[in-house]
Every structure is written in structure tokens, then in C-alpha cells.
């Protein structure tokens, strides 16, 4: 069996990640809630969260301030469109979360006045699920800070997602648009050292898109940047979004597997206990495979 992971060096401000030895968990924080987010027992509950994810194994820990994973199969609230909102959810977290936790820190946001607050208060990483397509501050504001960057793909807004024509060769289309998000940042100074790619499952794409998508995943590993996939909540991972939350979880490991045999070096999970064992397996493969090729 051929199997690689290529090794990247990510660096994220102050400090360095190794990609490719092991699979990379990071661990994701909803702080959406219909409750007022200044409620403290709801940041108690955020805060104790996030400790937990940590103890379960996550590497990074992402906040994202909507509801992508909040309902399994629906993205309820995906995402807001301003700072203030985002803000106004992320703050109370972020400002205690530092003290409580010792893994990096990413928020997940398309908004550089929501990416220049959380990295003011010690935020390591920004996920821009956008590619850096609909706020053109944003790459100046993570290079300011010399955050680590991943770049997400996706067609568009979500409001226009359901309106989108399929994709007339996916997989080269997706190449050439997260080629072009990486032109991006590195016009606004960005280092490639500090830039994980996202293909970003579903978000405008149709199931048969994303399917091809997962079983050429192989083709963006084995790029020149590391590989971060995301499946948590994602509906095309079964054939129906009525499917029980059993079916989701079995599926979504499933796919983590298939993305990590093709080389993926980041996994982005909700359920940071389970993805840990299949990741764990799968480090055991790679690992015995390493020492088939070269014994001493």
C-alpha cells in the first residue's frame, strides 16, 4: 500500500506546528446560543467546553460564533454577516479562554474587523472559510500579527449557495480558486509557512461534488501546503437529513479515514473523543508503512 503524508513546519505567531506526523485534531468550539452571551453560565459552560475538548485530545481548538454543528445534518445559522454580532459572541469567551486552556487558539470568521479584535486578544489562527474572497482587509489584518492562516473554499455567499450551478470540473475548479487565495495573501506579505488550505466540504457544492472532492483529496495533499478537512455537521456525508445522529458520527469517520489515507493533515472535528481513535489508527499505519520503507 502507497500511502503519504507529506511534513510540513505551520507557523502560528509565536510557535511552530509539525504536520505530517501524526494527525493534527482540532477540536471545534460553537459559542452560538440563543441564550444572551453575557449569561455566565453560559461562558462557564463555553469555557468548560473547550477544557474538555482539550482533554480529549485536541491539538487546536477552533471558535466558531454560529451554529454549523449545533443540529446534526443542518447549518441553522450559517454564518452572520457582521463584526458586531460576531463580536459580540466571541469576546466573552475569547478574553477568558487563554488563561484556561494551553493549545492554540483559532476563530473561524470571514470578517476583518472580527479577525483583528480576536487576534488583539491572543487568538493564534484564522480560519477564513471565504479564501480571503469577501473581505479584502482580512489578509492584511492576519499578516500584522503573522497569524497562522488556513484558507477555506467556497462558491460564494451561503445565501447563494442553494442557487449554484454544478461545478463543470470540480476538482480543478477548486484547485485553481485555493491557488488564487494563496496569490492573495501572499500579496498582502503572508508567508506560505503559515498557510493550511481547506477545501471546504459542502459550502456550495452539491453531494456528488463533495464525493469527488473526498476521493481526489490526494491531489491537494500531496500539494504544496498542508491539507485541514472539516466534516462535522456536513449533510452530504449521508443520504438523508433525517438520519439519526449514529449515522452522521459513523459516516463522518468514516470520511476522516478516507481523507487521512489520502494524506490530510489536519482533521477538524466536534467530536474530538471519537475522530482521536480513528486518527490514532491511522498514525499506526502510516507509522508501520514509514518503517517498511526505510527499517533503520
Same mark, same amino acid.
Given at each position: 500500500?502507497?500511502?503519504?503524508?507529506? &511534513?510540513?513546519?505551520?507557523?502560528?505567531?509565536?510557535?511552530?506546528?509539525?504536520? /505530517?506526523?501524526?494527525?493534527?485534531?482540532?477540536?471545534?468550539?460553537?459559542? %452560538?446560543?440563543?441564550?444572551?452571551?453575557?449569561?455566565?453560565?453560559?461562558?462557564?459552560?463555553?469555557?468548560?467546553?473547550?477544557?474538555?475538548?482539550?482533554?480529549?485530545?485536541?491539538?487546536?481548538?477552533?471558535?466558531?460564533?454560529?451554529?454549523?454543528?449545533?443540529?446534526?445534518?443542518?447549518?441553522?445559522?450559517?454564518?452572520?454577516?457582521?463584526?458586531?454580532?460576531?463580536? !459580540? !459572541?466571541?469576546?466573552?469567551?475569547?478574553?477568558?479562554?487563554?488563561?484556561?486552556?494551553?493549545?492554540?487558539?483559532?476563530?473561524?470568521?470571514?470578517?476583518?474587523?472580527?479577525?483583528?479584535?480576536?487576534?488583539?486578544?491572543?487568538?493564534?489562527?484564522?480560519?477564513?472559510?471565504?479564501?480571503?474572497?469577501?473581505?479584502? &482587509?482580512m489578509a492584511t489584518v492576519v499578516n500584522r500579527y503573522?497569524? /497562522?492562516?488556513?484558507?477555506?473554499?467556497?462558491?460564494?455567499?451561503?445565501?447563494?449557495?442553494?442557487?449554484? @450551478?454544478?461545478?463543470?470540473?470540480?476538482?480543478?475548479?477548486?484547485?485553481?480558486?485555493?491557488?488564487?487565495?494563496?496569490?492573495?495573501?501572499?500579496?498582502?506579505?503572508?508567508?506560505?509557512? !503559515?498557510?493550511?488550505?481547506?477545501?471546504?466540504?459542502?459550502?456550495?457544492?452539491?453531494?456528488?461534488?463533495?464525493?469527488?472532492?473526498?476521493?481526489?483529496?490526494?491531489?491537494?495533499?500531496?500539494?504544496?501546503?498542508?491539507? @485541514?478537512?472539516?466534516?462535522? /455537521?456536513? !449533510?452530504?456525508?449521508?443520504?438523508?437529513?433525517?438520519?439519526?445522529?449514529?449515522?452522521?458520527? %459513523?459516516?463522518?469517520? =468514516? =470520511?476522516?479515514?478516507?481523507?487521512?489515507?489520502?494524506?490530510?493533515?489536519?482533521?477538524?472535528?466536534?467530536?474530538?473523543?471519537?475522530?482521536? %481513535?480513528?486518527?490514532?489508527?491511522?498514525? &499506526? @499505519?502510516?507509522?508501520?508503512?514509514?518503517?517498511?520503507?526505510?527499517?533503520?
Amino acid at each position: 500500500m502507497e500511502l503519504v503524508r507529506n &511534513r510540513f513546519s505551520w507557523k502560528i505567531r509565536n510557535q511552530e506546528l509539525v504536520l /505530517g506526523v501524526r494527525t493534527i485534531l482540532m477540536g471545534v468550539l460553537d459559542v %452560538y446560543s440563543p441564550k444572551p452571551v453575557k449569561d455566565k453560565e453560559w461562558i462557564e459552560h463555553v469555557l468548560d467546553r473547550a477544557i474538555q475538548l482539550e482533554r480529549e485530545g485536541s491539538d487546536l481548538l477552533d471558535i466558531q460564533p454560529f451554529g454549523e454543528v449545533s443540529e446534526w445534518g443542518k447549518q441553522s445559522t450559517w454564518p452572520v454577516s457582521n463584526s458586531d454580532e460576531e463580536l !459580540r !459572541r466571541l469576546v466573552p469567551v475569547v478574553k477568558k479562554l487563554r488563561s484556561r486552556i494551553d493549545i492554540p487558539i483559532c476563530v473561524t470568521t470571514h470578517l476583518a474587523d472580527t479577525a483583528e479584535r480576536v487576534l488583539e486578544l491572543g487568538v493564534d489562527v484564522i480560519r477564513d472559510w471565504s479564501g480571503l474572497c469577501v473581505d479584502p &482587509r482580512m489578509a492584511t489584518v492576519v499578516n500584522r500579527y503573522d497569524a /497562522g492562516l488556513v484558507l477555506g473554499h467556497a462558491r460564494g455567499e451561503p445565501k447563494n449557495w442553494s442557487k449554484l @450551478l454544478p461545478l463543470s470540473d470540480p476538482i480543478s475548479g477548486i484547485g485553481k480558486d485555493l491557488q488564487n487565495s494563496m496569490a492573495r495573501a501572499r500579496e498582502a506579505g503572508i508567508d506560505p509557512s !503559515r498557510i493550511v488550505l481547506d477545501p471546504g466540504f459542502e459550502h456550495g457544492k452539491t453531494t456528488s461534488e463533495n464525493l469527488l472532492m473526498l476521493t481526489n483529496l490526494d491531489l491537494l495533499a500531496n500539494s504544496q501546503r498542508p491539507v @485541514l478537512v472539516s466534516f462535522s /455537521g456536513k !449533510r452530504f456525508l449521508t443520504a438523508s437529513v433525517r438520519s439519526t445522529q449514529d449515522e452522521f458520527q %459513523y459516516a463522518e469517520m =468514516a =470520511a476522516a479515514s478516507a481523507a487521512l489515507l489520502a494524506g490530510v493533515h489536519i482533521l477538524r472535528v466536534a467530536d474530538v473523543e471519537k475522530q482521536s %481513535y480513528v486518527a490514532q489508527f491511522l498514525d &499506526r @499505519l502510516f507509522g508501520s508503512l514509514e518503517q517498511e520503507i526505510d527499517p533503520d
